[in-house]
């Protein structure tokens, strides 16, 4: 319910067709799909999928490392990482709330864990970085921390290849 005073063109939202359309369009080895690369089209699946079932905002998403994952009781410890030193990006991506523990389901945890090892495993200098979400485009960046710049770019990547997904950031 929108709270009073809001003016009905401010309030921003996915509506249900959206969301639907968009997890079609993102399932990999979708045809319609606008990323090329399996492996990306694994990431980003995966990366839209974690902020529609956990709700943390974009630089919460990116400061995730693998060892935040505890497989054995399906969670997801959200931490602020502060000035991290292992965080070669120019912008780091902030927590900018409190740290917590989030649950997970299995079917959500069993996906992460195949994208750790049967993709993100075979991106060169992957190894070296602690982060979830790596860059897979080959040069200079290939297999470390995804930025917050590219986290936008694969939003406005889905808005082009979809007119009704235009604007879902």
């Known amino acids: 319910v929108p709270k009073a005073g809001l003016d009905d063109e401010k309030l921003r939202g ?4 959206q ?3 968009l997890f079609e369009l993102l ?10 690369d399996a492996g990306v089209q694994i990431r980003n699946y995966l ?7 956990l709700g943390p905002r974009g630089g919460e998403l990116l400061n995730i490392q693998i060892s935040d994952f505890d497989f054995s009781k ?4 959200i931490v602020r990482r502060a000035d991290a030193v292992e965080d070669h990006r ?9 740290q917590r523990v989030l649950p997970v389901v299995q079917s959500s945890m069993d996906e992460v864990r195949y994208y750790i090892v049967d993709v993100r495993k075979h991106i060169p200098n992957s ?11 080959t040069g200079a960046t290939q297999g470390r ?3 917050l710049s590219s986290l936008q770019e694969i939003f406005k990547t889905i808005g082009r290849s979809n007119p009704e997904l235009r604007g879902v950031t």
Do not use: G, W
Request: charged share 25%.
């Open 14 to 17: 996915v509506t249900i067709e």
């Open 127 to 137: 190894a070296r970085d602690p982060y979830l979400f790596i860059s897979h485009r």
């Open 74 to 77: 399906n969670q997801l410890r």
């Open 19 to 21: 969301e639907r359309r």
């Open 145 to 147: 921390a995804l930025s």
């Open 27 to 36: 399932v990999p080895a979708n045809p319609s799909n606008p990323f090329q």
């Open 47 to 53: 990366i839209v999928k974690l902020l529609r079932l």
């Open 90 to 98: 120019s912008q780091q991506p902030r927590v900018k709330t409190r």
